[in-house]
């Protein structure tokens, strides 16, 4: 599989709730993840915190996917079912490496769901 369908997969897997499939897409060695204000180094710990998300996740829209080699660019709405953040715009760099993806970097707008959260976002490691 190229990258960029890779990476389409992956975003169907979270968008659909199936993180098995999802976890299966992430390298297993070597995984990063950067956020705004967070960083995971191991696939299991992203998506237990994407899991703690599911709760409040009504849709994950993907608008735009373009690729150039091993770097994929994905531009989504997060939609939530917690009004007072409603959705979130999500853009997101990630490498793939050897048919998984290595490194996962998204940018939004942190203060929104560390508001939602009561400050209390996963600390960097």
Not at 26 to 50: I, K, T
């Amino acid at each position: 599989m190229q990258p960029k369908e890779i990476v389409a997969q992956f975003v169907e897997n979270i968008r659909a709730q199936r993180l098995d499939e999802a976890k299966d897409q992430l390298a297993e060695n070597g995984f990063e993840y950067v956020g705004p204000n967070m960083r995971f180094l191991s696939r299991d710990d992203m998506l237990a915190y994407q899991f703690g998300m599911f709760a409040i996740q009504k849709d994950l829209v993907l608008r735009q996917l373009s690729a150039d080699g091993e770097h994929v660019f994905a531009v989504l709405d997060y939609r939530t079912y917690f009004e007072p953040i409603g959705d979130v715009r999500l853009a997101i760099w990630f490498r793939v490496r050897e048919e998984k993806i290595q490194c996962v970097e998204t940018f939004y707008n942190a203060a929104v769901i560390e508001n939602m959260l009561g400050g209390s976002l996963p600390a960097a490691e």
